[in-house]
């Protein structure tokens, strides 16, 4: 195969202008666009496997995969330019990546997999997600390669692979079809065998010599041999990986009970007489098989829901060059490089914008499909979609490192993170794996004792009626749901910890800045008691190392601000001060800490910010912020359910207890510093009280980490983006009712399946163990069992 010299030869990605790389392939010199496609491409060269390079497809460079199956477990994935594809750059030298597992069948694979990982030297968290198949896994590089991690997992069964949105579908589309043939085979076999049976069932075919019947039983047996050979393989290699971890799964019964009822009905047909079983084995690996089927299917919905923002991302962007520009794949995007967007098109890098002003469609992020006015100098997000002329910006994160991926990289930790409730349910299901095995060795000697001839058939019942897939599925497909119903409104979880906390949920807490109110602040009215000018360079010199939305238009009074070398100090919830010679000294803030150097000063409390030196009070700015349409909507609906609404402010008494009334907020807490407004969470949590706190400014960090569960908005700060729980990108302030009516219909469905999952088990296992139904129909309603739970939690993605 030979391909376009512009292009990768590889990843037949176009080639960046100044990339000199090059692979020897049939001893012909093969360009590639960058070190992490030569390092690859020489790894499948090395190894024997350029058979992957005839057989692609080079017309459809999309859908081509990156490795060829046999390199999927090798140190390929250990290369610094692989590894922008997939990991994360976290905080404190920590990488993080998400990893498909494949062959996952219950929750004893995820503890399995998880245990074996956090056993492992350098990994600080390993999660799986049951529901989506997703691992998320953090290390410390210098201690574990990812490569390392991949094959301890191949070493216990499991194939994991870092996790390619755009590969995704091709994976299910894979297993989609194994299932297909697998029950396809199945479920011919079963209508073979199942007539021959019914016909003897019920009286059909009566007076059979022993040649006919033995004659019908070997047919049977050619029918249900490949069932159980070949369709029920997926059974035995989990009871594999479970029995080598030394634990067990529900894998384990229902091997024993196929493989224990194929062994009897064998003997029996070497002796010609007995019981034979075929047709319950073919029936029951058929149900057992369109669960598992089913299952697969509802999974697949959660992940196109979990990754549906990335495979909507570009391939390729416009970079500009000395000489013009050119196209390049987004993987080639560095920090600083310029990309031009053509109207139309998918932002492919975190950006900021050179152009003058946009217009960008920022539904993917947010869910609000109302385009976004963009002027020069802000940030555009990699997703959003410039909605008319073209536009230039500059590039300040791509690939893994941009907001987008870190959106997707929190929603699989929310989707990884266990409440305490599916950590309860997964050692209930351990337990009772074990208790089936033992009910069912007391069954089988029972009937042994009693009717020799039923113990196996009545046994065979207890271990297929019992199988708990219903138990493990009652948690993960609930939460799942949740958490992508929240997605689609543009709310993002970080974990799972708001189905705890929303149980006993009676008090929430709102800052006012920016929550209650927009956060879009203007100055309405000025005090100057010097010259105009040197005041607005003063303010905004100050102002420029602030991170407090009010800082924003006191940074814009002039483009020619003072330049301070001495250092700024930030004093939290009070203001700026700084000393830049021995006889200056300034502060800029709220009215309180301006007090301290000014105690009998005649400061008007309806003014935000004060200006002052030493000697005397300089200027006094009242900046406006517009109070959020929806926030009384909000504060009504909480009240109406019972929950107590609390303002918590830094701002001034008169203006807290102002937005107080219009809101109609009984209690409010005004000129609160950071650790008052943390003393005060402290003494509501000391008191019994479950607090939620909504905030969104640098000063809500210690609040936001300290309530029981946190919310704050995409424009927030970083701090306290990284302090919340919940981020909400729709920037509506109804997101809290919301959060809180789908946690609590979460907990509701999640009770409804497990309490169904138990009471089916309980109920189920007495008739079976007297004997009161059949393996074939104990296959069926343990099937109904699962699929039921599973319809149950996909009402939360309808909703």
């Given at each position: 195969m ?13 080639i960046p202008?100044?990339v000199?790389l090059?692979v ?6 093969q360009p ?5 496609c030569?390092?690859v491409?020489?790894?499948i ?6 058979a992957f390079y005839?057989?692609?497809d080079?017309?459809?460079?999309q ?5 060829p ?14 590894q922008?594809e ?16 494949s ?17 492992t030297?350098?990994v600080e968290?390993?999660?799986?997600n049951?529901?989506?198949?997703r ?8 201690q ?5 991690m991949?094959?301890?997992?191949a ?11 755009n ?5 299910f589309?894979?297993q ?9 085979l ?12 019914f016909a003897l069932?019920?009286?059909v075919?009566s007076?059979?010599?022993d040649?006919t019947?033995q004659y019908i ?12 050979l ?11 990986r479970?029995?080598q971890?030394r ?14 009822a ?5 003997y029996?047909v ?9 047709e319950?084995?073919s029936m029951?690996t058929?149900f057992l098989?369109?669960g598992r089927y ?8 959660a992940l196109?829901?979990?990754t549906?923002?990335?495979?909507l991302m ?5 970079r ?21 967007v053509n109207?139309?098109?998918t932002?492919?890098?975190?950006g ?19 385009p ?5 100098g802000?940030?555009?997000v ?5 909605q ?8 300040t994160?791509?690939?893994?490192q ?11 930790s929310?989707l ?9 349910i997964?050692?209930v299901?351990?337990?009772f794996v ?10 089988f000697f ?8 039923h ?10 009626a019992?199988?708990?897939?219903a138990?493990s ?5 609930a939460?799942?749901?949740t958490i ?8 993002l979880?970080?974990?799972a ?6 149980k ?5 807490c709102?800052?006012k800045?920016?929550?209650l109110?927009?956060?879009k ?10 010259d105009?000018?040197?005041i ?12 407090h ?18 250092q ?13 010679t021995?006889?200056?000294q ?6 309180a800490f ?5 105690p009998d ?8 910010v004060v200006l002052?030196?030493q000697e005397q009070?300089?200027a ?5 912020d517009d109070?959020?349409?929806?926030a009384k ?12 609404t609390i ?8 203006r807290?207890?102002?937005m ?10 005004s000129?609160q ?16 009280h479950?607090?939620?706190m ?8 210690p609040v936001?980490?300290q309530?029981?569960l ?10 306290a983006?990284?302090a919340a729980?919940v981020?909400?990108l ?13 946690a609590r219909?979460?907990r509701?469905?999640?009770r409804?399946?497990f309490?169904w999952a138990?009471?089916?088990n309980t109920a189920?296992?007495?008739?079976a ?22 319809a149950?939690?996909?009402r939360?993605?309808r909703e």
């Amino acid at each position: 195969m030979k391909t376009n010299q512009s292009t990768c030869f590889h990843c037949l990605q176009p080639i960046p202008k100044g990339v000199d790389l090059t692979v020897t392939y049939q001893q012909q010199q093969q360009p590639v666009c960058c070190a992490g496609c030569q390092a690859v491409a020489e790894t499948i060269i090395e190894h024997g496997l350029s058979a992957f390079y005839k057989h692609r497809d080079p017309d459809k460079p999309q859908q081509t995969p990156i490795l060829p199956e046999e390199l999927k477990d090798l140190d390929v994935y250990d290369h610094p330019d692989v590894q922008k594809e997939f990991v994360r750059e976290l905080n404190g030298d920590l990488q993080q990546a998400a990893l498909t597992v494949s062959n996952l069948t219950c929750s004893a694979c995820a503890w399995l997999i998880e245990r074996e990982l956090q056993a492992t030297p350098g990994v600080e968290r390993a999660v799986v997600n049951l529901s989506s198949q997703r691992l998320q896994v953090t290390w410390h590089p210098e201690q574990v390669a990812i490569s390392d991690m991949i094959k301890r997992l191949a070493a216990i069964g499991y194939n994991a692979l870092p996790f390619q949105a755009n590969q995704q579908e091709q994976q299910f589309s894979r297993q989609r079809k194994g299932f297909i043939r697998r029950l396809g085979l199945a479920g011919l076999a079963t209508m073979q065998v199942m007539m021959l049976a019914f016909a003897l069932y019920f009286g059909v075919v009566s007076d059979l010599s022993d040649e006919t019947r033995q004659y019908i039983w070997v047919v049977s047996l050619l029918f249900a041999t490949p069932v159980i050979l070949y369709s029920a393989q997926p059974f035995y290699m989990g009871a594999m990986r479970a029995l080598q971890a030394r634990t067990l799964n529900m894998d384990v019964p229902v091997s024993i009970a196929l493989l224990g009822a194929y062994s009897a009905s064998l003997y029996a047909v070497s002796k010609g007489s007995g019981e034979v079983y075929f047709e319950s084995i073919s029936m029951f690996t058929f149900f057992l098989l369109s669960g598992r089927y089913l299952e697969l299917l509802a999974k697949e919905k959660a992940l196109r829901f979990a990754t549906n923002r990335l495979t909507l991302m570009p391939q390729l962007a416009t970079r500009e060059t000395a000489d013009g520009s050119e196209s390049v794949a987004v993987k080639q995007l560095k920090v600083g490089d310029v990309i031009v967007v053509n109207p139309g098109d998918t932002i492919a890098a975190d950006g900021e914008l050179l152009s003058d002003s946009a217009w960008v469609d920022e539904s993917l992020l947010s869910g609000e499909s109302v385009p976004n006015f963009k002027q020069q100098g802000q940030l555009l997000v990699a997703g959003s979609i410039n909605q008319q002329s073209a536009i230039r910006l500059k590039v300040t994160a791509a690939a893994q490192q941009t907001v987008l991926a870190g959106i997707v990289a929190l929603q699989d930790s929310a989707l990884a993170d266990k409440p305490k409730v599916q950590q309860v349910i997964d050692r209930v299901a351990t337990y009772f794996v074990s208790s089936i095995l033992v009910i069912a060795t007391i069954t089988f000697f029972s009937w042994w004792w009693i009717e020799p001839e039923h113990a196996l058939w009545v046994t065979l019942a207890v271990l297929v009626a019992t199988c708990p897939c219903a138990l493990s599925l009652a948690a993960p497909t609930a939460i799942t749901g949740t958490i992508h119903r929240l997605n689609r409104r543009g709310i993002l979880l970080k974990g799972a910890q708001v189905l705890e906390s929303v149980k006993n949920l009676d008090v929430v807490c709102f800052d006012k800045t920016g929550t209650l109110t927009e956060g879009k602040f203007k100055i309405t009215q000025r005090k100057d008691f010097i010259d105009s000018e040197q005041i607005n360079r003063l303010a905004a010199g100050l102002e420029a190392f602030s991170e407090h939305p009010l800082a924003v238009p006191l940074k814009q009074l002039t483009l020619n601000p003072r330049k301070f070398s001495a250092q700024v100090h930030n004093i939290p919830g009070s203001g700026l001060e700084v000393k830049p010679t021995e006889n200056e000294q300034y502060r800029i803030g709220s009215p309180a800490f301006i007090r301290e150097w000014h105690p009998d000063a005649q400061l008007d409390d309806c003014y935000t910010v004060v200006l002052a030196n030493q000697e005397q009070i300089l200027a006094q700015f009242r900046i406006e912020d517009d109070i959020r349409s929806d926030a009384k909507q909000t504060i009504e609906q909480l009240q109406a359910q019972g929950i107590r609404t609390i303002l918590v402010s830094g701002d001034s008494q008169p203006r807290v207890q102002d937005m107080a009334e219009k809101m109609a907020i009984e209690e409010a807490h005004s000129e609160q510093k950071p650790e008052q407004k943390l003393a005060l969470i402290k003494n509501l949590q000391a008191n019994g009280h479950t607090v939620w706190m909504v905030g969104d400014g640098l000063n809500d960090g210690p609040v936001l980490a300290q309530s029981h569960l946190s919310m704050t908005f995409a424009n927030a700060s970083d701090l306290a983006k990284t302090a919340a729980d919940v981020v909400i990108l729709s920037e509506q302030l109804t997101s809290v009712g919301e959060v809180i009516r789908s946690a609590r219909q979460s907990r509701a469905i999640m009770r409804q399946n497990f309490t169904w999952a138990v009471l089916y088990n309980t109920a189920i296992l007495p008739v079976a163990a007297f004997g009161l139904i059949a393996p074939w129909a104990a296959a069926l309603g343990m099937s109904l069992s699962s699929l039921l739970v599973i319809a149950n939690s996909l009402r939360l993605y309808r909703e």
